[in-house]
């Protein structure tokens, strides 16, 4: 079935095919090498004043993706997202295009460009009025051209939540949008990540010994539940996704280990929740 383009993603594509005809590839090979995270930045750079008192000292790089953008004529402010957050940068035409030609600006810029390009910068770090950490662009690279739009989810004075993404059908169907848009659920992955990594250092601390054990069975065992069957071809025989890892875990202590820990994917075939 033939998926008919919407006009953001017609012309996204358009944009695409004008940012080649520029000579400027929209997804470059070569790795972009950064000195600073969203965090990094903020914590490096937290004594810096307005741009007019900042002795710019080594230049900062960063790369992430385009969040939202505020075009005011020959300067705009951009917000960029990378792993670990948000980072606001100042974008000036005569900064990134100091000679005659400003096409980087007015054509790739303010045009070609859309919320959830990737792109790279580089420049100092400087306070606007309003006392917010910003980075001054020197340098402006396009990293990745996105050919599909993102959920523009928006947050109020009052902090109320406008368009948000948060249809649980979508959201399970497109776990990757959910994830860019939705900063609370990446952060409930986030944590998954560091409870497991505290307790793979405490079991380590303690003597214990990381093990893999089969997933694939030939007798399941260990509990009683019902198991997802396959079939085993070069063998000819039936095999079962394990529903548990205890009796090969009890054999490695019969085999001599002191204590040995898995996390292990099991897999019973019963009910939903």
Not at 98 to 126: I, M, S, W
Not at 197 to 225: C, K
């Amino acid at each position: 079935m033939s998926h008919a383009l919407s006009d953001q993603e017609v012309a996204r594509r358009e944009a695409l095919n004008k940012l080649r005809e520029l000579g400027i590839e929209p997804f470059p090979a070569a790795n972009f090498p950064v000195t600073h995270t969203a965090v990094a930045f903020e914590k490096d750079f937290a004594e810096a004043g307005p741009a007019e008192e900042q002795q710019p000292a080594a230049d900062v790089v960063m790369a992430g993706r385009l969040m939202s953008v505020r075009i005011m004529g020959k300067a705009s402010f951009a917000v960029l997202r990378d792993h670990t957050g948000d980072q606001q940068v100042y974008i000036a035409r005569d900064e990134i295009c100091p000679g005659e030609d400003k096409t980087l600006y007015n054509e790739v810029f303010k045009k070609l460009l859309h919320l959830g390009d990737f792109v790279g910068v580089k420049g100092f770090a400087f306070r606007t009025r309003t006392g917010e950490l910003t980075l001054h662009v020197k340098e402006l690279t396009v990293l990745a051209k996105s050919l599909r739009p993102l959920p523009v989810v928006k947050t109020d004075e009052e902090g109320n939540v406008h368009d948000a993404f948060a249809d649980p059908e979508l959201r399970h169907r497109m776990r990757y949008v959910d994830l860019v848009v939705n900063a609370g659920v990446r952060e409930t992955f986030l944590k998954r990540t560091r409870a497991v990594s505290a307790m793979r250092r405490f079991l380590d601390d303690a003597g214990y010994v990381e093990v893999d054990t089969p997933v694939l069975q030939a007798i399941p065992g260990g509990a009683a539940a019902k198991p997802f069957v396959t079939h085993h071809n070069a063998l000819d025989v039936p095999y079962y996704l394990r529903i548990a890892n205890e009796l090969y875990l009890k054999r490695l202590i019969v085999g001599g280990f002191h204590g040995v820990y898995e996390f292990s994917r099991n897999f019973r075939n019963e009910g939903m929740d």
